[in-house]
């Protein structure tokens, strides 16, 4: 009786610690794979990083790629909604889609290609790969908005291959802005793209335009409408987009205006802090700023019936 006594509590010791041996692996294997990929990307894409923020602090990258320093305040925007759904991905299944390895080897050539746009995309085609791999479709549709937000804000020759058909919104914004000198009363000749004031001349140039603007507020528009709950009425996100618009273009009526009426009247200080100064980022953050109050305002007259 002893002996058959020590035999099954020797079984049931072994079990418990066959049980306990099997957790841990299951706590590793949920884990230390999440970890493990995180810190390859962090040694990957770290240096990418850094790069971009350095050029979109301290605007000393491509005119092209300042058109996404949107991502100054996207990319963290992404990472922290992609933090918010960490749990809802925990839950998921693991149920791997055969696109995640087609894009994961896409995501690899990008990277090592050595060209900026390719090196550049790899980001988001890597991180859209990853969620494939690890939960298929639903996670890929889980962190849609994230690599949305990332894809939007990664730096490529887009707007450069854009630039030649702003060119009737140029001459309009030029059009426009001499019409107002002359109200003022300043002698202007507009010339296509060129406004003419006192023999001086200014140029209303594609990123002047207010392209980078535009991109900059609809991009902000996007997060808005994420943060606040509003992009599930489509006439609302619709309407709150379409006044962005023009909310842009008009402000950088304006903006084009003063910079035009300061460099004819010789008042050179005051266009150089407009247009290439601290003035310039004053003024984007105010337009940033209108956004907020009008989506505020269409909360207000235009209450979702949802009562969010």
């Given at each position: 009786m002893r002996k058959s006594y020590l035999t099954q509590n020797s079984k049931l010791k072994t079990f418990k610690t066959m049980h306990i041996q099997r957790k841990i692996r299951i706590v590793l294997k949920r884990y230390l794979l999440g970890e493990s990929i995180m810190i390859l990307l962090v040694l990957l894409y770290a240096p990418l990083m850094v790069h971009w923020y350095d050029g979109?602090?301290?605007?000393n990258i491509g005119i092209e790629h300042e058109y996404f320093s949107h991502g100054l305040i996207g990319l963290p925007y992404a990472a922290y909604?992609?933090?918010?759904?960490?749990?809802?991905?925990?839950?998921?299944?693991?149920?791997?889609?055969p696109l995640g390895g087609v894009l994961l080897v896409l995501a690899t050539l990008f990277y090592l290609s050595r060209l900026s746009d390719l090196v550049n995309l790899s980001?988001?085609?890597m991180l859209g790969s990853i969620c494939l791999c690890l939960k298929g479709i639903p996670g890929l549709k889980l962190q849609g908005i994230p690599l949305l937000f990332v894809l939007l804000a990664s730096p490529n020759h887009i707007p450069y291959l854009i630039e030649p058909y702003a060119l009737p919104l140029q001459h309009f914004i030029a059009?426009?802005?001499?019409?107002?000198?002359?109200?003022?009363?300043?002698?202007?000749?507009?010339?296509?793209?060129?406004?003419?004031?006192?023999d001086r001349i200014v140029e209303v140039a594609p990123h002047c335009a207010g392209l980078k603007m535009l991109f900059t507020s609809l991009y902000v528009s996007l997060i808005l409408l994420?943060?606040?709950?509003?992009?599930?009425?489509?006439?609302?996100?619709?309407?709150?987009?379409?006044?962005?618009?023009?909310?842009?273009?008009?402000?950088?009526?304006?903006?084009?205006?003063?910079?035009?009426?300061?460099?004819?009247?010789q008042k050179e200080g005051l266009f150089t802090w407009l247009h290439a100064g601290w003035g310039g980022d004053l003024y984007s953050a105010g337009i940033l700023g209108l956004l907020v109050l009008l989506l505020q305002g269409m909360e207000k007259y235009f209450p979702s019936q949802s009562g969010n």
């Open positions: 979109w602090l301290n605007k909604i992609a933090w918010i759904n960490l749990n809802n991905w925990r839950k998921l299944p693991n149920s791997p889609h980001l988001p085609v059009e426009t802005s001499g019409l107002i000198l002359i109200k003022v009363g300043l002698n202007v000749r507009v010339e296509a793209i060129y406004l003419y004031v006192n994420d943060w606040t709950g509003v992009w599930c009425s489509h006439k609302r996100s619709i309407l709150f987009l379409a006044s962005t618009s023009i909310i842009s273009i008009s402000s950088n009526i304006l903006r084009n205006t003063l910079l035009t009426y300061f460099h004819g009247t």
